[in-house]
């Protein structure tokens, strides 16, 4: 744990120092969970974002992509259910006067029986080996039953009251199963009460007349409120997706972990409008598909997970979430959402506008059901970049610090040196740049020596560093330096750009999908 700790402490202070994300307004102490991305950060952002449009939007004949305003009218939250139904339970240690999310509360204690149980299972993989039979094992060994069956029904049970608004049953859960708090390991605990996550503004100057207005607390609704108005004008035919990215807002109360849980954060969401009836089809097309774009990334396999909700959302008949393996554990990344036809139908009914769809193939209106894919911008950057952040020990015994990022998502994809400042060498590199900033995100330096400008630039998680010395001058060759090998090639200034475009090509990354 200490040691998972150190690593995330790393990961927030390497963001920092190398300038990937600033605390908000630092210099007044910060805001709580709110942050800036700052000059390296921002590239990164866009690459990821960028990864994401061209794989969803521009890969995909039946997707195209809108941008909706933040301010929306207020009737959208009703028909949504947001006013409603965006609450999170919370309770508060009556000690240490700490308030929590009662879900969080159970969900991390049921979590620690599942640990139990994959202990369970990983001994008995070593004892067996290759004629281990998972499934069987955890069917018929008493204590991973145990474990397992006893986690399901805390789970079903705290599903069931939050669902049913029985929130005395949830509070009556954390009690009976001696859930202290982590703070102060005091079971003194408060009702649970609900706590609406939309933040409130007003539009208009007077106060009498001024609208009560909400930040949107998700893109999707943007996208429900324009399905009309793109399916026509783009004369979009079912199967088809709306797509798209932008912030959103949430008074998160346990908002700590940093970029992963914040209140202003940003999200990439696709809505896919099909048939009443395949829905199921396309949720698990769009389950499977999602992972492949995650996988192509080269994180590892094994930091990915499925977890299928028992508690759903309010409009939600299948929901599931892609987790990673972020330095603090599994935890959600992406949603996956069968939203049936609720938004649509809700939005109808309070704007009375049909919101319905003419097919033409079965002559006859419907209103379609929706799939909805929903990754945080700033979770996958979260994942990425803590993924790719490594502490490696050298052949000569010194170490290095590198940031592997995925070489399609690094904010710049070379750096030119100059060997020393004279000599006419820095001209050099600069000809260089002026020729590569073309095509990529280059970028020249020219302080310290080479070998601390390489561990530098190794530490930003530039993929190559691009060194021009004498030899350049006479025969217009350069050394090209690998970030993660370290291996050091010569090559002819001419081929620069075909040889960083195929390492960083998106074709060539989402090719892997
Ligand atoms: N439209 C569906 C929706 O908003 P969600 O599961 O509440 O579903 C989708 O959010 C994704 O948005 C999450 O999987 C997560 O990556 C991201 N997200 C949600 N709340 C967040 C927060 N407070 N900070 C950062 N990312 C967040």
Redesign the pocket.
Known sequence: MAKQEDLFKNVVSHAKEYGYIFQSSEIYDGLSAVYDYAQNGVELKKNIRDYWWKSMVQMHENIVGIDAAIFMHPTTWKASGHVDAFNDPLIDNKDSKKRYRADVLIEDYAEKLNQKAQKEIEKARGRFGEAFDEEQFVTTNERVKGYLDQKNAILQRMARGLESGDLADVKALIEELEIACPDSGSKNWTEVRQFNLMFGTKLGASADTAMDLYLR????QGIFVNFLNVQKTGRMKIPFGIAQTGK?F?N?IV?RQF?????E?E?M?MQFFVKPGEEMKYYEYWKETRLKWHLSLGLGKENYRFHDHEKL?HYANAAA?IEFNFPFGFK????I?SRTDFDLKAHEEFSGKKMQYFDTEENKNYTPYVV?T???L???FLAVFSNSLKEETLEDGSTRTVLQLPSVLAPTKAAVLPLIKRDGLPELAKEIIEDLKWDFNVAYDEKDAVGRRYRRQDALGTPFCITVDHQTLEDKTVTIRHRDSMQQDRVAIADLRKIISEDVSMRNWLMKM
Not at 259 to 263: A, E, N, S, T
């Open positions: 607390p998700e893109t999707a959103a949430r998160e908002a970029i992963f849980r914040m209140r954060f999200q969401e959302a979430d959600e990344l992406e949603g959402h909805e929903s990754v945080g700033d979770r996958m």
